[in-house]
């Protein structure tokens, strides 16, 4: 089973544009469920796997939402913990190029709150965390705990840092704590963006052999429409190209990438990353980028099944 940790939220996205004499050319917003973890549980479980999440989620109707999606899309809810806490909104604005840019409303969110709950299932094995749960805190320290703790039993674990500038009070701190973070993650997913944005405008792929050199198994840079490169503690490196669609939105698609990557280990008993050669990772790397070039061809954070993969040419 695959353990993904992290919070889960609303989206509020961007909908057809109000009377511009009246509301300024204001667009109404339609809630998406959502969170980068929160599509990563999704994700995974739709490509066939046995996935369960692990938050805190309010007992708000738009929490009843989001546990209900959960079910409806195979993920196991056994390890959530309930709160009356709101849920935490995300106002999403777009860009020409439909890239999704956001605004967080987590004051005394349920989110936030989460509690380490000990270890985790002995059927765990893999744990996938990032975004907002590795920030918040408390909820951020007992998420690390985890981390420390699943990594030294031997679980798969894989972390999507997902950086959400506005939310990070002490730049330099967060980059000390994502450091000391490495040596307990064998798969570290992360945009050129983040990787930049951690590396202080270091080149992505020089930042990406520091961080294998400081014990990461394999990175994983998503290039946008230049597709996603691997990086690994044998040093090789392997690209694939991403896919021409239609794009709608970018919302979801990171965490698509993760979920579908996590799915393709867990199809292919993958439990060591640097295990894998270049090949192989070029098989993986495809598998992700056709799950993520569904996503965006779609409004919102809905990732494909694996019905939508076997259909999708």
Known sequence: MIVVGGEALVDLVPGEPLDSTVDGGLRALLPRLGGGPYNVALATARLGVPASFLSRVSTDRFGGALVDRLAASGVGTSLLQRGEEPTTLAVVALDERGGAHYTFYVEG??????????????ETT???????????????????????????????????????????????????????????????????????????????????HGWVESGVDAVVLTRGAEGLSVITAAG???????????????????????GALLAWLHHHEVTEPAALGAEQWREALAYAAKAASITVSRSGAEPPTAADMAASV
Not at 141 to 156: F, H
């Open 126 to 208: 893999a744990l996938s965390l990032g975004t907002l749960g590795m920030v918040l805190e408390p909820g951020a320290s007992a998420y690390e705990a985890m981390l420390r703790r699943e990594s030294a039993r031997g679980t798969l674990t894989a972390l999507d840092p997902n950086i959400r500038e506005a939310l990070i009070s002490d730049p330099a701190a967060y980059r000390a704590r994502f450091a000391s973070w490495l040596p307990d993650v064998r798969l570290l997913k992360i945009s050129d963006d983040d990787a930049a944005w951690l590396a202080e405008g270091a080149d992505p792929v020089v930042a990406a």
């Open 236 to 258: 090789e490196l392997a690209h694939v190209p991403s896919r021409a669609v239609a794009v709608v939105d970018t919302i979801g698609a990171g965490d698509t990438v993760q």
């Open 109 to 122: 969110t349920a989110d936030r709150l989460f509690a380490d709950p000990g270890p985790l299932p002995a």
